[in-house]
Nanobody
Framework: QVQLVESGGGLVQPGGSLRLSCAAS????????MGWYRQAPGKQRDLVAT???????NYADSVKGRFTISRDNAKNTVYLQMNNLKPEDTAIYYC??????????WGQGTQVTVSS
């Protein structure tokens, strides 16, 4: 049974930092792309950042220069370092994993709230 366990969300003041983690377990096939998406209340789920197995990254324009995605292939874990957080970054952040077989999985989501 595939499980994606996210951690690291919470409440932070504007300008602060958080680091999200997502560990994948129960996966037999090789993971191709890992990524983070977010969904604010009343809005659609949007891409934040993705990273391929060989380290190619892609970021939403709104987070470029502030967020950094990385991964540990040996641990099947993806990270999202978020710096200089803004109130508009407030959302539920979801981990996403796509296997080389093109099957994808979602985490349960972790809340990030940026407020003074």
């Amino acid at each position: 049974q595939v499980q994606l366990v996210e951690s690291g969300g919470g409440l932070v003041q504007p300008g602060g930092s958080l680091r999200l983690s997502c560990a994948a377990s129960g996966i037999i096939f090789t993971i191709d792309t890992m990524g983070w998406y977010r969904q604010a209340p009343g809005k659609q789920r949007d891409l934040v950042a993705t990273i391929t197995r060989i380290g190619n990254t892609n970021y939403a324009d709104s987070v470029k220069g502030r967020f950094t995605i990385s991964r540990d292939n040996a641990k099947n874990t993806v990270y999202l370092q978020m710096n200089n957080l803004k109130p508009e970054d407030t959302a539920i952040y979801y981990c996403n994993v796509i296997l080389v077989s093109a099957v994808g999985y979602w985490g349960q989501g972790t809340q990030v709230t940026v407020s003074s």
